[in-house]
DNA sequence: TTTATTTACTTGTTAAAAGCAAGTAACATT
DNA sequence: AATGTTACTTGCTTTTAACAAGTAAATAAA
């Protein structure tokens, strides 16, 4: 496991959270693109390791950043799923993802999508939440 | 230096940038404490070490994130200033502090200065971002 | 119903990065 | 001229990440 120092500064704090470029990652697997499973964060284009991710994982657990639970349709399968202390990411992620659209100049990111992103905001990250909502009593 | 693979997605692109807890605590130094200087780096509470700031600070510069220039008052000295691509995390960073407020049981940030930040987000920004623009043309 | 396959890991080893201590060189101060 | 400051570099140790192989439980296929 990683090593964390936190020294009561909110940055000390996020990257005492999260301050490994994995964890972001997995974020992104999770409340971006949807994935749930083990063997579909395995697949993800950065190729992490399996060791790695079990750590990660565990930590993410730990942290209250992830809870996980049981597929009663496979039972080996566990299913991953967002807390809402990660979900309250979601600013932080779209940051990233306009930061990045503006400086990457390799980026997937559309002008559309981040004048949207910009311009709409508040809907954008709305709409983000709204897949994990339905959880909710 | 740390290993760094982008896939073209954003948040690939913001880990291969800035994927390690110091690359954002340096940032902040900067950014948010307004420290220009190297020995003002090494003092920071995280306890940073003399090799890994100065591959830091190399490979920030390599990014385009800062910039170098000698004190002429002196010339010991290096001036270490952020670019509009670092300044341009400046909602990145006011995002990780509103989460770090919110979750931080032990967090330095005050309620009023979060409702600050997220009821008058724009205004928040301009405010940090103001004492680099006496830079501009 | 044994046999293979899937799923989610663990364990052991190697490679890379971080952390620590000491040293250096240019400039400045006394 | 000697001492201190500033920004590093170099060498070594420790920690973390990456890679490869193995395991165990649940399911599917023969």
Chains 1, 2 share one sequence.
């Not at 997995?26 to 964060?41: P, Q, V």
């Amino acid at each position: 496991m990683m090593y964390k120092k936190n020294t009561g500064c909110p940055f000390s704090f996020s990257m005492a959270s999260f301050g490994d470029k994995w964890t972001i990652l997995i974020l992104r697997e999770i409340i971006a693109i949807h994935h749930r499973y083990y063997d579909e964060f395995m697949q993800m284009a950065e190729g992490i390791s399996t060791n790695i991710l079990a750590d990660r994982l565990k930590d993410m657990e730990k942290q209250k950043l992830i809870t996980r639970r049981r597929d009663t349709k496979n039972k080996r399968r566990w299913i991953y799923e967002p807390t809402d202390k990660a979900l309250d990411l979601i600013p932080v992620l779209l940051e990233l993802a306009i930061w990045s659209g503006k400086y990457d100049p390799d980026t997937g990111v559309t002008q559309a999508h981040i004048e949207a992103y910009t311009q709409r905001r508040a809907k954008t990250l709305k709409e983000w939440r709204k897949p994990f909502e339905s959880r909710k009593p």
